[in-house]
């Protein structure tokens, strides 16, 4: 039962989509550019993951505790070897980002893993609230900014930004 708990992950409603376009909840509705959020840093969980991309389709593996992948419970060194060794296979990782379970102003229970990319602004967020000298179990108001990025290529994606406000109310 510890190893599934420790495993077990966030447990939300549904999940932020975050696209060049803005964010949505779940995949599906209308596009925002800006939410409020309360977030309890005691509930988020660092994670060490990989995206691999084949035939235009990217799937992500993650590992909560650097042996073993989440999903088959493979020692996490061998599948990230085996990864970059498949035939058509793009791999991106690993690299550390960290699964965000929030409650949005309208209630509604959501989830983000921010990408390689998008990391960076939680941890920005983190290190604020910490210097705040707020506790890791203090709800936390927060602004979620959508931001559009481009690479060298133009292609574009979005990334989440994190504004602390104070303590949720």
């Known amino acids: 039962l510890d190893r599934m708990a420790a495993n077990a992950g ?13 964010i949505r909840i ?12 309360t977030i309890v840093l005691s509930e988020c969980l660092p994670v060490i993951s990989i995206s691999i991309e084949r035939g235009g389709k990217t799937d992500f593996f ?7 992948e989440t999903r088959s419970g493979a020692d996490w060194a061998t599948f990230v070897a085996q990864a970059g060794n498949a035939a058509g296979a793009k791999v991106r990782g690993p690299y550390e980002t ?8 309208s209630g509604e229970r959501v989830g983000l893993t921010p990408s390689m990319t998008g990391a960076a602004y939680f ?37 989440i ?6 303590p949720a109310e």
Not at 26 to 37: Q, R, S
């Open 10 to 22: 966030m447990r939300v409603d549904q999940f932020l989509t975050v696209k060049e376009a803005g």
């Open 98 to 105: 960290v699964e965000i379970p929030m409650t949005l102003a």
């Open 26 to 37: 779940g995949g599906e509705g209308a596009y925002f550019k800006e939410a409020t959020a």
């Open 123 to 159: 941890t920005d967020f983190y290190a604020a609230a910490k210097a705040a000298g707020h506790s890791a179990s203090e709800p936390l108001e927060v602004k979620l900014t959508h931001m559009v990025r481009k690479n060298k290529n133009g292609n574009e994606w979005g990334v």
């Open 62 to 68: 993650k590992t909560y505790d650097g042996v073993r």
């Open 161 to 166: 930004k994190f504004e602390l406000i104070g």
